[in-house]
C-alpha cells in the first residue's frame, strides 16, 4: 500500500469526533502555513498542498458519514475486498 492509502485507511477508521478534532487540527496548521508563505517564512510551499488535500480527505470522509454511505466497519471490509480481488 502507498501512504496515501496508508493515511487514508487510518483516517476512516477515526470515530467521527476524532475525525473532526483533527479537521481542526490541520486547518490549524494550513493556516499558520499560509501565513509563513505571505511572509516568506515557509520552506516548502508543498506542505501547503499537502495539508489542503489532508482537510478534503477529511471533510470526504464526514461527508460519506453523513449520507450513509460509509460506516468504520464498512471500511475495513472494503479494504479487504479489494486486496482479494487483487489477489485472485
Request: charged share 35%.
Amino acid at each position: 500500500m502507498s501512504k496515501t492509502q496508508d493515511a487514508l485507511t487510518k483516517l476512516r477508521d477515526l470515530p467521527a469526533d476524532e475525525l473532526r478534532t483533527a479537521l481542526a487540527r490541520v486547518r490549524d496548521e494550513l493556516f499558520r502555513l499560509q501565513l509563513g508563505r505571505h511572509t516568506n517564512q515557509v520552506a516548502s510551499t508543498a506542505e501547503i498542498t499537502s495539508k489542503r488535500r489532508e482537510v478534503a480527505r477529511i471533510l470526504t470522509i464526514l461527508r460519506a458519514r453523513d449520507l450513509g454511505k460509509e460506516t468504520q466497519g464498512a471500511a475495513k471490509s472494503a479494504a479487504k475486498s479489494r486486496r482479494t480481488k487483487k489477489e485472485g
